[in-house]
């Protein structure tokens, strides 16, 4: 009885922590949104809105470590459970970076004071963040669900997002040869690019963290990445 009753409890405490992840995650997705459609529109208030969100991402982060630790600490999981909750601390890490990085693309809204607003330009970010919101959420989608096959789709869609940064990549060096003016914005919208590409990233991650948690190891195969040395190349002026 008192083992049914153990049974009961750690499951109860798996379930907060799915519930927990599951509340950072569609904060987070909303911030990828958010902080790019404060960008495409100029919409410093939002931007300002998108950077003052981020703190409740972070308070969640921390409520999700405290409440792994203690389930450890209370239930002594072995092998499988173990592995649950070390799932959910490394989902929640990957969350928090999100935050972080769609925080950073709303401060730099405010920073785009150029009348230069080149479509074709604006058209390649926000299909490149809706591929990888779409990605986030279908990981997250995965997570839930302990579905491997739909999180090996996400894992192996990342070399489709490097693509379309590399190749946004190029056009905006293209602006910042034909006029000098246009430097400014486009280094914003570079680093702007490059934050969205590592929210991509990061949705990998939370792949192989499912991965992890179903096959109990760590993926060997290398990730299938893009071809990103553009953004070097035009980030060190070589």
Sequence with gaps: M???????AFDEDLQELTRLVAEMG??????IVDSVDALIRRDIALGKRVSAADAEIDRLQHVIEERAVL???????????LREIVGAMRVAADLERIGDLSKNIGKRVAQ?????????????LEHMTDLVQHQVKAVLDAYA?????AAMVVWKGDEEVDAICTSLFRELLTYMMEDPRNIGFCIHLMFCAKNIERIGDHATNIAETVFYMIEGQQMLDPRPKGDMTTFATAVSGN
């Design 2 to 8: 008192a083992a049914d009753h153990t049974a009961k």
């Design 26 to 31: 569609g904060l987070a997705e909303r911030q």
């Design 71 to 81: 389930t450890i600490a209370r239930r002594q999981p072995m092998a499988v459970d």
């Design 112 to 124: 785009l004071d150029s009348d230069f607003h080149p479509l074709k330009l604006i058209r390649g």
């Design 145 to 149: 669900a302990h579905d491997l096959p």
